[in-house]
């Protein structure tokens, strides 16, 4: 089945560091990707999204690229801030007809430090 | 203000107790979802509902009940088979076809 793996955390950085967090995927088709991000004692909100190959989705300095070669949707930015203190979490929708679910990998906790 | 509601935002309850979690939308999404949230293990799928009066178990439906009577409404009932209850309950909601869901802001069950 579908199955989504990202990188372990906990990920400490100081403020202005650069991010990476990778993901990636085993899918059949062509999915949707998507990166939501998580809050302390909040729901999900949806970061960015990419709906095929090539595709960079970006939002609040964040971006992914959709790989299809490498099977992968690494999420990145250039300079985080305290506020980006979350858990991050790499999802996917399969496009096949009657799909509606989406699966998520386990989250990477990030830290920001000033 | 459109989204997603999910009460109460802290839940306690004794080890054999039904407990009822309410999650309603405003957004007139069809489809809604639950999902429960464990340290380390990401999301997992408990139920979902594409229309009203409709659901589909999803990869942990074991010892959860849920409903559709109206749209806007979803609420998921853990029961007294449900071994081990204490987690984060997430409820979302989508467009028919839609990629992407909506979350509310989870409700934390806790068994005593």
């Known amino acids: 089945g579908d199955s989504v793996t990202q990188m372990e955390g906990p990920v400490t950085l100081s403020e202005e560091a650069f991010l990476t967090i990778n993901c990636t995927y085993t899918?059949?088709?062509?999915?949707?990707l998507f990166w939501y991000v998580q809050y302390p004692g909040e729901g999900l909100q949806l970061l960015l999204k990419a709906t095929k190959a090539d595709d960079k989705g970006s939002n609040k300095g964040f971006e992914a690229t959709y790989r299809k070669e490498t099977t992968s949707f690494h999420l990145e930015k250039g300079s985080v801030q305290v506020s980006d203190s979350a858990v991050y979490f790499c999802?996917?929708?399969?496009?096949?007809?009657?799909?509606?679910?989406?699966?998520f990998g386990k989250g990477t906790k990030l830290s920001v430090i000033p | 203000d459109g989204g997603i509601t999910q009460s109460p935002k802290y839940l306690f309850r004794k080890e054999g107790q039904n407990v009822t979690l309410s999650c309603e939308q405003n957004l007139n999404h069809d489809a809604m979802y639950w999902y429960r949230q464990d340290p380390g293990q990401g999301l997992r799928l408990i139920y979902y509902s594409q229309i009203v009066n409709d659901f589909q178990k999803g990869d942990i439906a074991e010892g959860y009940s849920v409903s559709r009577e109206k749209k806007e409404s979803f609420p998921l009932t853990v029961t007294s088979a449900q071994k081990n209850p204490t987690a984060f309950y997430l409820c979302?909601?989508?467009?028919?076809?839609?990629?992407?869901?909506?979350f509310g802001p989870g409700t934390r069950l806790t068994v005593l």
């Open positions: 899918a059949t088709g062509y999915p949707s």
């Open positions: 979302a909601s989508s467009r028919t076809g839609a990629n992407e869901q909506f």
């Open positions: 999802a996917l929708r399969y496009s096949g007809a009657g799909s509606y679910q989406l699966t």
